[in-house]
């Protein structure tokens, strides 16, 4: 085997080589995904949803099921069978009678067994690497091969359990024993290692080998409790579709109370099914409301809705993947909710018009400024018939807001015409400008009180207000107007001596230098090329902890003044002490995230990690915010949250997830290939363990053929095992023996060979 890998601060892989040595090297370039527990308050937004339609899988409208090997492979039953999906590709595989495949589910050896109608068996490779189903049933008398549907298929340390509403089928030790049971169609519950019939006559009750014992406090059959999941403490959690609810303590055999906040919530819009998410979350899917994520505690995470951007299409099962991402199968395909991506989204269906410019929390509610005015987000409040936490408009606020700023405890918002004052739901102009003049930036300055400098048209202008601002009154003093600069500015802001760093869309960088108190008494300089700036256009300036990080189209740069107090002309743009001279691409915006990382916005979005004054890049995911939503604007929240501007679109990313963005994901061989598409591998590499074949990634001996020389072309598909936004994988390869250079990157995910000579 041969592997290459390399360091790129993100999801990456080793992918191994099959038998012509050929080697794959993954790069994801645009991925973005994070835990979402502990959630980030008040902000209920959508997360990001990808529906899978019957044309693009290939499959029924129908889809009952899901299940993820041990590779990261995913598997669905729809109506004809089974889908097989790698994140590029769909296939198909067809159990013994072809009919609908109702469960799945997958031991510990990875062996996926499967549950249809009158069938149920597993998979299992055979030698080309297919995957095949082998039935179980078929070697059942006839009489008991008349079950109908397999509901429910689960596994323990007991067996698999094929469950329908009549009988109950036990795989065990090669040996397949029969239950007679009268059960309701949601079978069966996981728990805890334990399997629980939901039984019509008895209640819930406890399946053990080949007996079931109703549980005492869950026989209450007219409550009719048929959706469950576990909970720590080895504790079952029930209920029925009112959202009733019944949580069982497994050791002590007694009740405890469980309550949620989202009770009338689902007791509206009824309760359908219960899957688990992980040991901290469950899902809660309903009739009419979509589906409800609650925490072990009863606490409401998120509501995922059609307000929120969930399809239509009645959820029939949930599943969380390896990463914790649901997959909702439903009545009109698959939908992949990526609840582990650490993003809100809000856009139409929260009432977000136009090109979002900035952001600000102010007094505990978050504005958000565009094109078309300003909108704030109240206080969430769950709405039990129809859930939808949306922005409203500040009537009051007439066109663009470019900028929110608050000073001296007043938000400031400034646009087309003139600079407004917000307050609660109600916006004022306080300082007008002719309709057609835009007031883009505002800054303050400690050396000088009472004065705001502004960025007005082609101006840089500063006004001198009253001592004592309030939203209500704003009294403008003195309006001064910088004769010298006649540029639209980009940015502007002092540094910590009190001068000015004011940035132009074309001419370069004016630095202001005030030589004492009299605001009056200034210099401006205009630093260009010959100071070290790349380019005159592109550049923005920013003032983090005392320092003044300049992003420009090469980087970030910064200043450095002339010794002995030379002329200001003398001014030299470097790489900063802070972030060192790492970053050489296009970069817009620098912010601080946290005490050792910065956030660069620019071709793409990443974070610097700066530790023990050694900066050190990292992907972290931030660049699908760019592929996914063509992001204008980072805006700084808090330490937890970053906001995101896009066309139509605020997003807000959770700055504080901890999820761990350097794990890898495997890279596998998916076919091969030779000659006029003869088929020479599909996909499936296993080992055998006992009598067992187990899936694996890795070639084993028995896959490593002797192919005919005359057999000299060759097509390898391969795939990155990772389903947030796969289109964006990127991949090299070289086949060994025909060449020492590996590709360029690509994102298609086939190699093809011609005319190949013989050797090894």
């Given at each position: 085997m041969f592997y290459k890998t390399k360091d790129c601060g993100n999801h990456l892989s080793k992918a191994g080589t099959v038998f012509l040595a050929l080697s794959l090297l993954l790069l994801l370039c645009t991925l973005f995904s994070s835990n979402i527990y502990p959630q980030m308050i008040d902000e209920h937004g959508s997360p990001v949803i990808k529906h899978y339609t019957p044309k693009e899988t290939g499959g029924t409208t129908q889809v009952w099921c899901a299940v993820?090997?041990?590779?990261?492979?995913?598997?669905?039953?729809?109506?004809?069978?089974?889908l097989e999906f790698d994140g590029k590709s769909w296939k198909r595989i067809y159990n013994a009678n072809h009919s609908v495949v109702r469960s799945l589910a997958i031991d510990s050896l990875g062996t996926i067994y499967v549950g249809g109608v009158n069938e149920f068996?597993?998979?299992?490779?055979?030698?080309?690497?297919?995957?095949?189903?082998?039935?179980?049933?078929?070697?059942?008398?006839?009489?008991?091969?008349?079950?109908?549907?397999?509901?429910?298929?689960?596994?323990?340390?007991?067996?698999?359990?094929?469950?329908?509403?009549?009988?109950?089928?036990?795989?065990?030790?090669?040996?397949?024993?029969?239950?007679?049971?009268?059960?309701?169609?949601?079978?069966?519950?996981?728990?805890?290692?334990?399997?629980?019939?939901?039984?019509r006559s008895k209640g819930i009750c406890l399946l053990k080998n080949m007996e079931y014992l109703p549980v005492e406090g869950l026989d209450d059959t007219s409550k009719v409790f048929r959706y469950g999941t576990s909970l720590p403490g080895n504790r079952l959690l029930v209920c029925n579709s009112k959202a009733e609810w019944r949580l069982y303590n497994e050791q002590t055999r007694k009740l405890e109370m469980f309550a949620t906040p989202a009770q009338n919530y689902l007791e509206f819009h009824k309760v359908y099914f219960i899957r688990r998410i992980d040991e901290l979350k469950f899902a809660v899917?309903?009739?009419?409301?979509?589906?409800?994520?609650?925490?072990?505690?009863?606490?409401?995470?998120?509501?995922?809705?059609?307000?929120?951007?969930?399809?239509?299409?009645?959820?029939?099962?949930?599943?969380?993947?390896?990463?914790?991402?649901?997959?909702?199968?439903?009545?009109?395909?698959?939908?992949?909710?990526?609840?582990?991506?650490?993003?809100?989204i809000f856009d139409g269906n929260q009432n977000i018009h136009g090109s979002v410019l900035s952001s600000y929390t102010y007094m505990n509610r978050l504005y958000i400024g565009t094109m078309d005015g300003v909108f704030y987000l109240p206080e969430y409040k769950l709405n039990t018939q129809g859930d939808n936490h949306k922005f409203y408009e500040l009537k009051s606020y007439k066109g663009s807001c470019w900028t929110l700023y608050e000073y001296k405890s007043v938000l400031f918002g400034m646009g087309l015409g003139g600079i407004w004052t917000i307050k609660d739901t109600v916006a004022r102009k306080v300082i007008p400008f002719t309709a057609t003049e835009t007031v883009y930036s505002l800054s303050e300055n400690k050396k000088f009180p009472d004065v705001l400098f502004i960025a007005v048209a082609n101006e840089l202008r500063y006004?001198?207000?009253?001592?004592?601002?309030?939203?209500?009154?704003?009294?403008?003093?003195?309006?001064?107007?910088?004769?010298?600069?006649?540029?639209?500015?980009?940015?502007?802001?002092?540094?910590?001596?009190g001068n000015?760093?004011?940035?132009?869309?074309?001419?370069?960088?004016?630095?202001?230098?005030?030589?004492?108190?009299?605001?009056?008494?200034?210099?401006?300089?205009?630093?260009?090329?010959?100071?070290?700036?790349?380019?005159?256009?592109?550049?923005?300036?920013?003032?983090?902890?005392?320092?003044?990080?300049?992003?420009?189209?090469?980087?970030?740069?910064?200043p450095e003044f002339p010794h002995s107090k030379g002329p200001d002309s003398l001014i030299q743009f470097s790489h900063t002490r802070t972030l060192g001279g790492i970053i050489h691409t296009p970069i817009i915006q620098v912010i601080k995230a946290d005490s050792d990382k910065y956030l660069l916005f620019g071709d793409s979005v990443f974070s610097i990690k700066v530790?023990?004054?050694?900066?050190?890049?990292?992907?972290?995911?931030?660049?699908?915010?760019?592929?996914?939503?063509?992001?204008?604007?980072?805006?700084?929240?808090?330490?937890?949250?970053?906001?995101?501007?896009?066309?139509?679109?605020?997003?807000?990313?959770?700055?504080?997830?901890?999820?761990?963005?350097?794990?890898?994901?495997?890279?596998?061989?998916?076919?091969?290939?030779?000659?006029?598409?003869?088929?020479?591998?599909?996909?499936?590499?296993?080992?055998?363990?006992?009598?067992?074949?187990?899936?694996?990634?890795?070639?084993?001996?028995?896959?490593?053929?002797?192919?005919?020389?005359?057999?000299?072309?060759?097509?390898?598909?391969?795939?990155?095992?990772?389903?947030?936004?796969?289109?964006?994988?990127?991949?090299?390869?070289?086949?060994e023996g025909f060449t020492d250079e590996w590709c360029q990157w690509t994102k298609e995910n086939k190699a093809i060979y011609t005319s190949l000579s013989g050797g090894e």
């Amino acid at each position: 085997m041969f592997y290459k890998t390399k360091d790129c601060g993100n999801h990456l892989s080793k992918a191994g080589t099959v038998f012509l040595a050929l080697s794959l090297l993954l790069l994801l370039c645009t991925l973005f995904s994070s835990n979402i527990y502990p959630q980030m308050i008040d902000e209920h937004g959508s997360p990001v949803i990808k529906h899978y339609t019957p044309k693009e899988t290939g499959g029924t409208t129908q889809v009952w099921c899901a299940v993820q090997d041990k590779r990261g492979v995913l598997y669905f039953g729809d109506n004809s069978g089974i889908l097989e999906f790698d994140g590029k590709s769909w296939k198909r595989i067809y159990n013994a009678n072809h009919s609908v495949v109702r469960s799945l589910a997958i031991d510990s050896l990875g062996t996926i067994y499967v549950g249809g109608v009158n069938e149920f068996g597993y998979l299992w490779p055979n030698l080309r690497g297919e995957l095949e189903y082998i039935s179980l049933s078929q070697k059942l008398p006839l009489v008991d091969q008349r079950f109908q549907n397999v509901y429910s298929t689960m596994i323990n340390t007991g067996g698999v359990y094929f469950l329908s509403p009549k009988c109950v089928y036990r795989y065990h030790k090669n040996v397949i024993t029969k239950i007679a049971v009268d059960l309701s169609a949601f079978c069966a519950i996981a728990a805890n290692n334990n399997v629980y019939l939901t039984h019509r006559s008895k209640g819930i009750c406890l399946l053990k080998n080949m007996e079931y014992l109703p549980v005492e406090g869950l026989d209450d059959t007219s409550k009719v409790f048929r959706y469950g999941t576990s909970l720590p403490g080895n504790r079952l959690l029930v209920c029925n579709s009112k959202a009733e609810w019944r949580l069982y303590n497994e050791q002590t055999r007694k009740l405890e109370m469980f309550a949620t906040p989202a009770q009338n919530y689902l007791e509206f819009h009824k309760v359908y099914f219960i899957r688990r998410i992980d040991e901290l979350k469950f899902a809660v899917a309903t009739k009419t409301g979509g589906i409800v994520i609650l925490s072990n505690s009863g606490a409401l995470l998120q509501i995922i809705n059609k307000e929120r951007g969930l399809p239509e299409g009645h959820p029939l099962l949930l599943f969380a993947d390896s990463i914790g991402n649901l997959w909702s199968c439903t009545g009109n395909g698959i939908v992949r909710i990526d609840i582990s991506f650490p993003v809100r989204i809000f856009d139409g269906n929260q009432n977000i018009h136009g090109s979002v410019l900035s952001s600000y929390t102010y007094m505990n509610r978050l504005y958000i400024g565009t094109m078309d005015g300003v909108f704030y987000l109240p206080e969430y409040k769950l709405n039990t018939q129809g859930d939808n936490h949306k922005f409203y408009e500040l009537k009051s606020y007439k066109g663009s807001c470019w900028t929110l700023y608050e000073y001296k405890s007043v938000l400031f918002g400034m646009g087309l015409g003139g600079i407004w004052t917000i307050k609660d739901t109600v916006a004022r102009k306080v300082i007008p400008f002719t309709a057609t003049e835009t007031v883009y930036s505002l800054s303050e300055n400690k050396k000088f009180p009472d004065v705001l400098f502004i960025a007005v048209a082609n101006e840089l202008r500063y006004i001198k207000i009253n001592k004592d601002p309030s939203a209500e009154k704003i009294e403008v003093l003195e309006n001064y107007v910088f004769p010298e600069i006649h540029e639209k500015i980009t940015t502007l802001v002092p540094d910590r001596e009190g001068n000015l760093w004011v940035t132009t869309s074309y001419e370069g960088i004016y630095y202001i230098r005030f030589k004492d108190a009299n605001i009056k008494n200034y210099q401006v300089t205009l630093l260009g090329k010959r100071n070290g700036l790349p380019a005159l256009a592109r550049n923005y300036a920013y003032l983090i902890d005392n320092e003044i990080f300049v992003a420009t189209t090469a980087g970030v740069l910064g200043p450095e003044f002339p010794h002995s107090k030379g002329p200001d002309s003398l001014i030299q743009f470097s790489h900063t002490r802070t972030l060192g001279g790492i970053i050489h691409t296009p970069i817009i915006q620098v912010i601080k995230a946290d005490s050792d990382k910065y956030l660069l916005f620019g071709d793409s979005v990443f974070s610097i990690k700066v530790r023990n004054s050694i900066p050190e890049k990292k992907i972290e995911g931030l660049g699908r915010l760019m592929s996914a939503f063509s992001i204008n604007y980072l805006f700084y929240n808090d330490s937890k949250r970053i906001g995101c501007g896009a066309p139509g679109t605020y997003i807000s990313y959770n700055n504080s997830s901890g999820r761990d963005f350097s794990k890898g994901f495997p890279v596998v061989i998916r076919k091969v290939t030779i000659g006029k598409d003869s088929l020479l591998f599909d996909g499936a590499y296993f080992q055998t363990r006992d009598t067992v074949r187990v899936l694996c990634s890795t070639q084993p001996p028995e896959f490593k053929p002797v192919i005919d020389a005359n057999n000299n072309s060759i097509v390898i598909h391969y795939s990155g095992l990772f389903f947030e936004e796969p289109e964006e994988i990127e991949y090299q390869y070289k086949l060994e023996g025909f060449t020492d250079e590996w590709c360029q990157w690509t994102k298609e995910n086939k190699a093809i060979y011609t005319s190949l000579s013989g050797g090894e």
